[in-house]
């Protein structure tokens, strides 16, 4: 009796090591696998550092009712939200805007906000859903609207968001 499970403790082994020579025998190509997608991130590192590079912006409301504007229009390079650090904010709120445009001039320009706007509510990171490649728009600019009260706002921001999941939505609904 005990050969007999000695010999089925044999042949479970043999059979479990067989199964798994394919898998090494393949080795080779997960690594080359691995090599082809590691190539693939590379040659897309360059868009993803132009068009998620945080730059700063900074608006002063000084009266309700007053518009500001980042510094200068952003080549936007996918679909991805546009992402908002609100680093101080000297105002009750405020709403913000992804407008897209054709050039870095904003030729074109149009908001491309979803749902028209997002309101700023506190200090953080946010993400800010827009539809600027949807319509045809290769350029993004961070827009704001003192809808309540004058005051100062000051951040960072990007046209493409690289960690969608890491940020809360602020667009409006309805």
Known sequence: ?????????????????????????????????????????????????????????????????????APSWREKDDYSSTYIGVNHMWC???????????????????????????????TGEFKIWNQVREKGFSYALLTGWANYEAGTASGLWSPDCWNESAYPVINCVG
């Not at 005990?2 to 067989?18: D, E, S």
């Not at 913000?96 to 050039?103: C, L, M």
């Open 1 to 69: 009796m005990a050969k007999k499970k000695y010999a089925r403790c044999f042949v479970g082994a043999a059979l479990a090591a067989a199964v798994m020579m394919p898998g090494i025998a393949f080795a080779s190509d997960d690594t080359q696998d691995a090599n082809v997608r590691e190539q693939q991130c590379e040659l897309s590192q360059e868009a993803i550092e132009r068009s998620s590079r945080d730059d700063a912006w900074s608006f002063n409301f000084t009266f309700l009712g007053a518009t500001a504007q």
């Open 92 to 122: 009750d709120r405020f709403m913000v805007y992804v407008d897209g445009a054709k050039d870095g001039y904003g030729n074109g320009r149009t908001n491309c906000t979803e749902y028209g706007a997002a309101a700023v509510r506190h």
